[in-house]
């Protein structure tokens, strides 16, 4: 027998009908006659053992106890899953040959892999890569079964993400939690991402607050030709004072003299001293991944990442869109032939139905790139047709977007010709630019969206190396510098991906620019949402504010943890274990190497008390508020070795008269 164990229902259902017509049992699909069973997971049905589950000594929080460091990394079944953990288990006792059905990413591969090594498996393992749930995509896939030793790459990536995840969480919160509550503060959590990402937010904020606004002014003129008029801007000498140290001029008096020099000239003539003139094309652009989708997605509408997570999950799960949680814009070239029948698919959906009609299927983008491909491709439409009228708001406007991006692929490239022009006049230069579109091609599709138009340039007419121009204006045009933009769900997003940008180390910028960010496509809509509901950021219309226990966290934390160098590094790490390039022990071993060495700033971190804080009457250390199975209640920070305790009244502890251990 042949046991597919697919990570989530949606999936085993697909997968049945690309093999044929089953029958339903209890926690499983039997088809061909039991020849071929599809069972299922709900994402992760194991999970690692808690601190205290290791040892009771854990279930106190002592300074002393850390670092935890399993000795032998343990599983159980979560408590929810127990009953589909039974069949799973009882099923592959009986199976000849198993198919790993997980998601086409590290994560996927893991959640099965671990199943299997947690029941000890001996038999051989396949993998399946679904990156679409239409039949037809089915079938190719379990034509194209691969051996699962060829994904042990992936598999030890997840691991080491899953392991580095408990190391700095369990070990650092614990840390930082007892440090704080010795001067009052809350519990605080840290998280190998979540925290440099919150840093990102308190960083911004902070630099939106010391920021001083520069007034700064520059010279516009226009000049003529028998052609038209030609916008150019002065470029002010170096010799020039009163700039500062980016080249912009402060003093208006300075930018007077020169205007008026400038309109009082007699020889109101200048000279073309330079023409250059380049052809451009831009490639169609690429599908989407999810990150490209969620960042856009948030842009244009204000979709939160974490929405559009789940709409194109659901998309995938309807079998109208492939793989959601992919970070790749290629696509593979043996489905450059589908074309056609997922383009006849859009033709009735509103606004790109003209365009759709005048697709031309003959050419072949950079897109279809089978170099670039890994376990998935990018977002696109499946040859399953969308009903429009079936469609929320966010559905059709998602599917839109998905749908436009594919569709550019057949469409010729955009085309247009960059002019710069240098002009001699009173002694100084001036340049104007100018762009002027010889081939609209694909971006045509996206004509009609004022959020996808075209920057408006100048069209400068045209113009002859060494002719003369008449100088007929020119205004000082009064420019403020603005501060950083505050950070929207997508932005932060999008800053996880480009994490480069954001090193404190800049010679890290050029090795981590190809790095992949921190988090992953699967991981970061839910980062952001986790540090929400864990009252570290919270949403002021569309932007994000820190909290005050985000700015105390930032404040106490080291380097290492809120600047996201050592974690983009790690990522990076993760990288080249999936792709076979670094070994998992070494990183492991480097993951506790740096947790000792940050357990040790913790120890000696200094916590400024907060002015809210109340002392034990009985040890002096301070009393932490903290919620039971029956409310809030006080407790001494000292515990266990002070167990003195106060009811809650309204935020306040209420000591008892005379109160003793």
Known sequence: MKLFIAEKPSLARAIAAGIGVGKNFNGYISLNGGNEIVTWCFGHILENFNPDEYAEKYLHWRMEDLPIIPTQWKLKVKSDAAKQFKIIRDLIGKAKIIVNAGDPDREGQLLIDEVLDFVGNKKP????????????????????????????????????????DWLIGMNLSRAYTIRARQAGYENISVGRVMTPTMALVVRRDEEIKNFKPVTHFSIQAIFKNNFGEIPAMWQMSEKISNLDSEGRLLDKKIAEIFLEKFNSESKNFGKIISVEEKNKIESQRLPYSLSTLQIEAGKKFGYSPQIVLDTMQNFYEKKLTTYPRSDCEFLPENQFGDAKEILENLKNFPHITDFVKNADISIKSRAWNDKKISAHHAIIPTRVKAEFENLNEIEKNLYLMVSQAYLAQFFPPHEYKST??????????????????????????????????????????????????????????????????????????????????????????????????????????????????????????????????????????????????????????????????????????????????????????????????????????????????????????????????????????????????
Request: hydrophobic share 35%; aromatic share 8%.
């Open 125 to 164: 393992v396949q993998r399946i890569l679904l990156n679409a749930l239409d039949e037809k995509s089915v079938r190719q896939s379990l034509r194209d079964l691969r051996d699962n030793k060829n994904f042990q790459g992936l598999k030890n990536a997840a691991l080491g993400r899953s392991r580095a």
């Open 420 to 661: 710069k022009i240098i002009i001699s006049y009173a002694d100084e230069k001036f340049i104007g630019k100018g762009k002027r579109i010889t081939k609209l091609g694909w971006k045509a599709i996206y004509k009609n969206f004022a959020d996808d138009s075209e920057e408006s340039e100048s069209i400068l007419p045209q113009v002859i190396e060494g002719e003369s121009v008449k100088y007929i204006s020119g205004k000082i045009l009064e420019k403020v510098t603005k501060p950083p933009t505050k950070f929207t769900p997508s932005t932060l997003l999008q800053a996880m991906k480009e994490i480069y940008k954001f090193v404190k180390n800049d010679s890290l910028k050029a090795e981590l620019k190809e790095c992949s960010g921190i988090g992953t496509e699967a991981t970061r809509a839910g980062i952001i949402e986790k540090l929400q509901s864990s009252g570290f950021l919270k949403l002021a219309g569309k932007f994000f504010e820190p909290t005050e226990k985000a700015r105390m966290a930032v404040k106490i934390l080291p380097d290492e943890i809120i600047f996201p160098d050592t974690t983009a590094i790690w990522e990076k790490n993760l990288e080249e274990i999936a792709n076979g390039k670094e070994n998992f022990d070494t990183f492991y071993q480097g993951q506790v190497r740096d947790l000792k060495k940050l357990l040790e700033q913790a120890k000696k971190v200094e916590i400024i008390f907060s002015k809210n804080a109340v002392k034990c009457p009985n040890c002096g250390k301070i009393m932490i508020r903290r919620k039971g199975k029956n409310g809030y209640f006080w407790g001494c920070s000292g515990f266990p070795e002070c167990k003195t305790t106060a009811k809650d009244d309204k935020g306040e502890p209420i000591f008892m008269t005379n109160q003793h251990l």
